[in-house]
C-alpha cells in the first residue's frame, strides 16, 4: 500500500522554526520527484519546494526562498522541509507529493500555524 505520511507541523510563533518530514512507504522514493504544496483556507494549493529524485536539483517560489529548505534521504525514504523564519501568511496546510508520470502520489497533510 503505497503512503505518504507528513508530521512535524503545529504552532510556532513568527519568527521561528519548523522541520516536517514525510515518509513514504509502498514505493521507492529514490524514482520520483519529490514536491511540498500548502494550501491555506480560501487559496489556491501553492508549490512550496521541489527536490530531483536524486536531490540535486531544488526549486523555490520567491515567498519562500532563502527561508525554506527541502532536502531527502533516499535511504529512509523520507523527505524533508526545513522552515526558518516563518511568517504568519505561511500558514496553510502543508501536503508532500510523489510524482513520476503516470503515478502522482499524496500525503494527507499537516497543518502549520504561525501566530503569536
Known amino acids: 500500500q503505497v503512503q505518504l505520511v507528513e508530521s512535524g507541523g503545529g504552532l510556532v510563533q513568527p519568527g521561528g522554526s519548523l522541520r516536517l518530514s514525510c515518509a513514504a512507504s509502498?514505493?521507492?522514493?529514490?524514482?520520483?520527484?519529490m514536491n511540498w504544496y500548502r494550501q491555506a483556507p480560501g487559496k489556491e494549493r501553492e508549490l512550496v519546494a521541489r527536490?530531483?529524485?536524486?536531490?540535486?536539483?531544488?526549486n523555490y517560489p520567491d515567498s519562500v526562498k532563502g527561508r525554506f529548505t527541502i532536502s531527502r534521504d533516499n535511504a529512509k525514504n523520507t523527505v524533508y522541509l526545513q522552515m526558518n523564519s516563518l511568517k504568519p501568511e505561511d500558514t496553510a496546510v502543508y501536503s508532500c507529493?510523489?510524482?513520476?508520470?503516470?503515478?502522482?502520489?499524496w500525503g494527507q497533510g499537516t497543518q502549520v500555524t504561525v501566530s503569536s
Open positions: 507529493n510523489a510524482r513520476r508520470s503516470p503515478y502522482n502520489y
Open positions: 509502498g514505493f521507492t522514493i529514490s524514482n520520483y520527484v
Open positions: 527536490i530531483s529524485n536524486i536531490g540535486t536539483t531544488t
